[in-house]
């Protein structure tokens, strides 16, 4: 609570050019790091500079995020939650609770927000070529294994089944409601 969180935002601008009407967020830096947020900016400027951007950028993106054109599932949703501690299933089993009520509250924000759509215009001017050696999606991802996938899906249904607990408990304790 009370840390900073770095990302990137795009304005939409009113007719004036300055009143701000929307705003979302483009990319952010793992974590929410200060330093992620360079590293990001460096791998657009490189990108967008190099001689060779376009293949320094396919070389170095792992992952695509599954949201051009639709939202995020509660699938990636519950990748993305554990991944932090994708090494460690003893410690998402313990942390199963907390991580629970984030996969959730993500999926929820998820579901609650709106896609976000380019102008007709622009969408039409940025068309890749379809032979694009460089083209990369969330198609590209692969298949999550067991410790990507598989445990996290158990953790969030053991994770879920204490937080239903705990409020059942916490009913009873406080108000008696299930006697």
Not at 74 to 95: C, D, E, I
């Amino acid at each position: 609570m009370g840390q900073t969180s770095y990302d990137v935002r795009a304005h939409v601008l009113a007719d004036d050019g300055e009143t701000v009407v929307d705003t979302f967020t483009l990319a952010y830096a793992y974590l929410g790091e200060e330093s992620g947020l360079m590293r990001l900016w460096e791998y657009i400027r490189r990108y967008m500079e190099a001689p060779d951007g376009p293949a320094q950028s396919y070389n170095t993106t792992e992952m695509c995020m599954p949201i051009n054109g639709r939202k995020e599932g509660v699938v990636f949703s519950l990748v993305r939650t554990f991944a932090l501690m994708v090494k460690w299933p003893a410690l998402q089993l313990l942390a199963s609770p907390l991580w629970a009520l984030t996969t959730w509250g993500r999926w929820f924000a998820m579901a609650t927000c709106k896609v976000p759509v380019w102008p007709a215009e622009i969408e039409a001017a940025c068309q890749p070529d379809p032979d694009d050696p460089y083209g990369k999606d969330w198609r590209s991802n692969g298949r999550y294994d067991f410790l990507e996938f598989g445990w996290p899906a158990i953790c969030l249904a053991v994770g879920s089944l204490v937080v239903l607990a705990g409020i059942v408990w916490l009913g009873e304790f406080m108000w008696g409601t299930f006697e």
